[in-house]
């Protein structure tokens, strides 16, 4: 990830991987996220055998479909947005970015095509 120095720190976890599947980069909040996995020895493993069924299915559809996935969880007390995306290089699918972002308790939501009063 040298050529982009700001994710290495950046407060989200972000794993890459390839079309077929194959983690080519993670950020220190990804490393630290899954180090009960292995951390940064994942680089260069297959996303799927990181992943029990059904989640495995499911990845394995968004790998041939490139469709993106979005859910919220909650782990270890903690809320956190999903987004697990397909990225492109000269405009062919090159593979997903999976970012994993902490949401506060409490977060505010403003609606930008209400009226302006």
């Not at 890459?16 to 899954?34: K, Q, T």
């Not at 979005?70 to 903690?78: A, E, R």
């Amino acid at each position: 990830m040298s050529d982009h120095a700001w994710i290495t720190e950046f407060p989200a976890a972000i794993t890459v991987c390839d079309a077929e599947g194959i983690i080519i980069a993670m950020n220190n909040r990804a490393i630290e996220s899954f180090a009960g996995d292995g951390g940064a020895a994942l680089i260069g493993r297959n996303v799927l055998d990181c992943h029990p069924e059904p989640s495995r299915t499911q990845l394995t559809a968004m790998l041939a479909s490139g469709e993106k996935n979005v859910y919220t969880i909650q782990k270890n007390g903690v809320r956190k947005l999903i987004y697990q995306s397909p990225w492109y290089q000269h405009g062919t699918y090159a593979g997903f970015v999976e970012m994993s972002l902490p949401l506060p308790d409490a977060m505010p939501h403003f609606n930008r095509d209400a009226p302006r009063t």
